[in-house]
């Protein structure tokens, strides 16, 4: 026999063949796993409903700022034609007699 056989014959447990290595009944997570995964779960829901609640609100501010953008380029082309009706001859906002 070699050196490495009789030290892996040392390594391995000494049992009885048909005895088992574990209780299969015991190999459970019980209460901790139990509290552990609810746990998660609660942080889980709570993170996606965070997210859900800031891309929405994301959402919200871009359609207000495109709003904003419209309107400020529908003021700035009126004033455009006002300053166009002048340079014509016409006095704006008074309408002509």
Not at 30 to 58: H, K
Not at 60 to 83: C, G, H, I, P, S
């Amino acid at each position: 026999m070699t050196l490495l056989s009789n030290f892996t014959v040392l390594a391995l447990p000494v049992r009885a063949e048909n005895e088992p290595m574990f209780d299969p009944n015991s190999v459970t997570p019980g209460v901790i796993g139990f509290v552990a995964t609810f746990l998660v779960i609660i942080v889980v829901v709570l993170l996606v409903t965070d997210m859900v609640r800031r891309i929405r609100r994301t959402q919200y501010r871009a359609e207000v700022n495109q709003r904003l953008d419209a309107e400020a380029a529908a003021l700035t082309e009126e004033e455009r034609r006002k300053d166009e009706g002048r340079a014509d001859g016409s006095r704006g906002d008074v309408p002509e007699r």
